[in-house]
């Protein structure tokens, strides 16, 4: 690999920034050039592990080559799996670190996007596409996540869990090999608070990733990299590691050094890193004044969608009609909604040729030299709307007849990869047609569009695009706008991972630990930082990741009890108001016997009170005729009757069934996760859920009377409230028709059986200790068997 030595070149002469970035990997220390790198023995000795098959995690001080490093192991991979580039997973926590590795975020490369809720997980079933390349492609292969650091604990267990569902295989992660590479004591990840009032169900994106189970299961090998290869200067090193630490005085020596400003270079100027958003936009704006001409002002299409418009447009039919006055009521909301002050992209964008932006959208996915939110790029031109859309469709028909001639087998001999450049052309046209149709609802026909040079190149003149935010049972905002924002300073949460000539670092308001240790480290020498608005206290590291980090060097696991709190905290939090009634599917398999009363009713399908299984319509297993399997995207049955997964072999519905079906109506059911949820049951009672989902033989559901799922109304066990050992302990007494060796092992379940707490994996619950409150639901699920 050659150094990419990235400089922004605008044509009015001024070259703003001069950075290195990762892929180039071909620095020497200090910045002389080598022509071909080599690697450390400590950087081989990852290499080594990771072609051995093992599950890796290394780490380092800044600069150490993590990033360098990735790139060395990708190249070795794509040495082993060939041309099937999606045998390795390459992803990063954020957009920007994902430009590094050439790869794209964690949340997109699983399919599951930023989650609001645990449910969202489930999006990760959604695409067939994915599912098929983490059933079968990635059954071998490998997923890379860099700046792991940034993903959360919350986040990296329920991937583990999604994974391991999706592909079937109890092993971690369902048998991917993992290598992870981050620094803990840079940023860590962004949780959410939960306030009274958080629904139970919010994704609050808590804790390091060392902190949850999954992680100690996936029995990573460690590395620890300690050569720095960034920066040169020992003395600058010494004051780097201290700070990593939380050490203010040398934080506070490193800003006396570093206070004069910076000799001037000419055209390059340094880049800018604040902690705070407002100044980065101020010194942003102060940058563009600079630059001659007047700027182009792009202005934003800012909507907003009743619920009943969203529910029209969605296909789904609407709660209840509004009145008039709601509805100007609910207008009035939205329009005044915050996501209009705080949406990344401006409602009035303005650019010159020279400035200097960073894209805010991920573009084109999966495709080589993607353009992922944090791409960094430089205006080379401006365009009328009207030259953009004649572009684009100069583009469309290019790609199409691109598409035909692959199609037709005439693709060029050495087009390397065919089935992965014809991927390519289809994504690329997929973009430009859906770019067509925003840009052309967008401005005027002389509105100004940017052509824009990116890191990596490529020159792509850009469209607008949507940002959304919904608020729930009110309706949904839009902004389309263009989707980049100034450059010329960065917050410090988008430069992590940058390498940087020289750079001006401002110390003021640093709130998040790691954020002065990130900012001051970006830079390769003492006398190409800048370092301004000293302020005590802006060293912040957090003593969790110390306690790691001496775990790690000692060679002894890391434990603690975060998981357990997080899980009780999370129980306090007050759930939202459920409706009990008495069985309705919303767009779920169907479901279950209601047993009530406890012991009494327990056992088996003929119990007093229980309703014979029920399934939704006339398809397979409750399905309607219209009901869409998401596997293989069939009408007529649910996923988990697919006949391509073994599925469908159970019998056809009685009309009796239908009927009695027909005469449900009540507890509200959402599929979650390929499971059944049930809405909360009558108060002062205790309902745990059952769903034994094995498919065949052996599988829970012949343990339980053949019945797809159980509901019971659990009675409270000696006086306090309910433990997931108790309620499985019940179940086995009284719900069980046969062989309770099967489901359990001592007072656990038995290997293979996997059990969510509403429809979070136990794990992240405290197991066997976690409790049961009323309206909660245990879900069991036979992984055997095809389960
Ligand atoms: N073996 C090597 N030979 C030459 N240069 C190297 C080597 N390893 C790393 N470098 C260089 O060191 C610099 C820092 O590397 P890199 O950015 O990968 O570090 P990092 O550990 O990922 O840093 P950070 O944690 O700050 O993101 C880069 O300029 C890279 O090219």
Redesign the pocket.
């Known amino acids: 690999m050659s ?1 990419q030595e990235v400089t922004h070149v605008s044509n009015t002469g001024i070259t703003h920034v001069s950075e ?1 970035m ?1 892929p ?6 200090g910045g002389s050039q ?1 022509d071909s ?4 023995a400590e ?1 081989q000795r990852v290499i080594e592990l990771v072609k051995q098959g093992k599950n890796v995690f290394f780490t ?11 790139n060395h192991i990708i190249a070795e991979l794509r040495t082993i799996y060939g041309d099937d580039v999606s045998a390795v997973g390459i992803s990063a926590a954020t957009g920007i ?1 994902a430009t ?1 590795i050439s790869g794209s975020t964690l949340h997109s490369v699983l399919g599951c996007g930023a989650p609001r809720t645990i449910d969202d997980f489930e999006k990760m079933w959604g695409s067939s596409q994915r599912i098929r390349a983490l059933k079968a492609r990635y059954c071998t292969a490998v997923l890379i996540i ?2 792991v650091s940034m993903v959360s604990a919350e986040f990296f267990q329920m991937l583990e869990t999604m994974v391991k569902q999706i592909r079937g295989l109890d092993a971690p992660f369902g048998g991917l090999q993992l290598v992870l ?3 803990y004591f ?1 940023l860590p990840p962004i949780s959410n608070a939960a306030r009274p009032g958080t629904p139970a169900n919010a994704f609050l994106n808590r804790g390091y990733t060392f902190q949850c189970p999954a992680w100690s299961r996936c029995n990573l090998e460690c590395v620890l ?1 300690t ?1 720095i ?2 920066q040169a200067d020992q003395e600058f090193v010494r004051l780097l590691n201290a700070i990593r630490f939380g050490d203010n005085a040398a934080a506070a020596e490193l800003a006396r050094r570093c206070s004069r400003p910076l000799p001037d270079h000419g055209s390059i100027k340094p880049t800018q890193l604040f902690s705070r958003n407002a100044d980065v936009d101020r010194v942003n704006a102060d940058e563009l004044a600079r630059l001659p001409g007047t700027p182009a002002v792009c202005e934003a299409l800012d909507e907003v969608t009743l619920q009943d418009e969203l529910a029209a447009l969605r296909g789904a039919k609407p709660d209840r009609p509004l009145s008039s006055t709601d509805r100007e009521r609910d207008r009035g909301r939205l329009r005044r909604h915050e996501f209009f002050r705080d949406c990344m992209a401006a409602d009035k964008l303005q650019l010159k040729v020279g400035a200097q932006v960073m894209l805010l959208k991920n573009l084109e996915l999966g495709v080589s030299h993607s353009l992922v939110n944090g791409s960094r790029g430089v205006v080379a031109r401006i365009i009328t709307r009207t030259e953009f859309i004649e572009q684009l469709q100069q583009e469309i028909s290019t790609l199409k007849r691109k598409l035909k001639r692959d199609d037709s087998g005439q693709a060029a001999p050495d087009a390397g990869s065919p089935h992965t450049q014809h991927q390519d052309v289809g994504k690329r046209l997929d973009s430009a047609l859906r770019q067509m149709q925003v840009t052309q609802r967008w401005g005027t026909p002389t509105s100004s569009l940017p052509v824009v040079k990116f890191l990596h190149g490529r020159v792509m003149a850009l469209g607008v695009e949507t940002f959304t935010s919904e608020l729930a049972g009110v309706g949904m905002c839009s902004r389309t706008q263009i989707p980049l924002k100034l450059a010329a300073a960065l917050t410090v949460h988008k430069c ?4 940087l000539d020289l750079c001006r670092v401002s110390l003021r308001s640093m709130f998040a630990e790691g954020q002065a240790y ?1 900012a001051l ?2 830079c ?1 020498t003492l006398e190409g930082l800048q370092v301004t608005d000293y302020s005590p206290g802006c060293a912040k590291t957090s003593q969790t990741v110390i306690r790691f980090d001496q775990a790690l060097r000692s060679g002894v696991e890391y434990v603690d009890d975060a998981w357990q709190q997080w899980q009780r905290a999370h129980k306090c939090v007050a759930p939202p108001p459920r409706v009990m009634s008495d069985a309705v599917l919303i767009g779920g398999i169907r479901v279950g016997t209601r047993i009530h009363g406890g012991g009494a009713y327990g056992r088996g399908s003929g119990a007093p009170g229980t309703q014979p299984y029920a399934g939704g319509g006339a398809g397979m297993g409750g399905a309607k005729a219209t009901d869409i399997c998401y596997r293989c995207k069939q009408p007529g049955h649910w996923g988990s009757n697919c006949p391509q997964f073994g599925g469908g072999q159970q019998q056809q519905q009685q009309p009796q069934q239908q009927e009695q079906r027909q005469q449900n109506s009540g507890p509200k059911r959402r599929r979650v996760m390929g499971v059944t949820a049930v809405a909360a049951p009558p108060a002062g009672s205790i309902t745990a859920f059952f769903k034994p989902t094995g498919q065949r033989n052996g599988g829970l559901d012949l343990l339980f009377g053949n019945q797809k799922a159980v509901e019971a109304d659990i009675p409270q066990q000696n006086g306090h409230q309910l433990t997931v050992a108790e309620a499985m302990a019940w179940a086995r007494d009284n719900l069980l028709t046969d062989r309770p060796e099967l489901f359990m092992k001592g007072s656990s379940v038995r290997p293979g059986v996997l059990v969510l707490l509403n429809d979070t994996d136990w794990e992240l619950c405290g197991e066997l200790d976690a409790l049961v409150a009323d309206g909660d639901r245990v879900t069991f699920i036979s992984t055997l068997h095809g389960g």
């Open positions: 150094q290195t990762m180039s990997g071909t620095q020497e220390a080598v790198p080599t690697l450390s950087q380092g001080d800044a600069g150490t080559g993590k990033s360098f490093l990735l670190a590094h860099d700046e590479s981050g620094d840079q990299l050569k290869w960034r992590q991972g940058l390498t990130v480290s970006r390769r």
